[in-house]
């Protein structure tokens, strides 16, 4: 089984430098995509370094990992930070996005689509990398207000 699920995790990490590149555009500007097709090769979908359209888990755990990070670097620059608030962020954050992907799988199941496990959790963590672009600005800007409103 571990087995099984590493070579799965495998076989999504597999990307370079130009799929992150179209991929992280893609994620800020989507109204410049006009073709929503995915990429097939040899009867399957293609792998993401074929397909910027291909689900990675790649890009959803930096950009969580990213957004951890730049919440205690606010949290730092505001005076705020324990060491504590880093342990809080991830459980608090993982445990919104178990709630959020069970709401998914129930509403996947109620509407009979099939959809792999790992396809839902990029879907779901895609929204990190936004939120981390959000973060930075308002950090460069020195807009308080939206800080809380990440925190939330």
Known sequence: MCEY???LFVKHQQVDHQYVKKKI???LFPF???DWYRGVKEGK???PTEDKLAYDLYIPLMALITYILTMGYILGATG???PDELGIMFSSTFGFLV???LVTKA???VLAVSSPIYELIALITYKYVRCVVCLCTCTMCEVQEVYMLERG
Do not use: G, M, R
């Open 80 to 82: 705020k930070f324990t």
């Open 45 to 47: 979908v293609a792998p």
């Open 99 to 101: 709630f959020e992907f």
């Open 32 to 34: 410049t995509q006009k």
């Open 107 to 109: 509403a996947a199941f």
């Open 25 to 27: 555009l893609l994620l």
């Open 5 to 7: 699920v590493f070579t």
